[in-house]
């Protein structure tokens, strides 16, 4: 069973920076995606960052082009998301999914693919 467990959110002034880290475990499938997706308040789930199983970054979101960098360190089974110059827009529920896939599917930024979810960390960005 696939457990995916996020950490590191927390409340910063604009301008600052945060790293989210995702821990899995129970992963047997050789090939998948890994993602960060975000969701604030009223609004849609929006696909932030995604490392496929080699942990190359294979989808960054415009809106954090430049200020976020999504890494995979497969040793310690853990995807990380730096997050820097942060803007009250940023804030939202991050959550880690991964989706199992077929050699040759290309990871996309659409949460439904995703068939594991973890519980969420919130970041908060004060102006």
């Known amino acids: 069973q696939v457990q995916l467990v996020e950490s590191g959110g927390a409340s910063v002034q604009a301008g600052g920076s945060l790293r989210l880290s995702c821990v899995a475990s129970?992963?047997?499938?050789?090939?998948?995606?890994m993602a960060w997706f975000r969701q604030a308040p009223g609004k849609g789930r929006e696909g932030v960052a995604i490392?496929?199983?080699?942990?190359?970054?294979?989808y960054l979101a415009d809106s954090v082009k430049g200020r976020f960098t999504a890494s995979q360190d497969n040793a310690k089974s853990t995807l990380y998301l730096q997050m820097n110059s942060l803007k009250p827009e940023d804030s939202a529920m991050y959550s880690c999914?991964?989706?199992?896939?077929?050699?040759?599917?290309?990871?996309?930024?659409?949460?439904?693919?995703?068939?594991?979810w973890g519980q969420g960390t919130q970041v908060t960005v004060s102006s």
């Open positions: 490392t496929s199983e080699g942990g190359g970054v294979t």
């Open positions: 129970g992963v047997t499938y050789s090939r998948y995606c």
């Open positions: 999914a991964l989706e199992p896939r077929m050699f040759g599917s290309r990871c996309l930024p659409v949460a439904a693919r995703y068939n594991y």
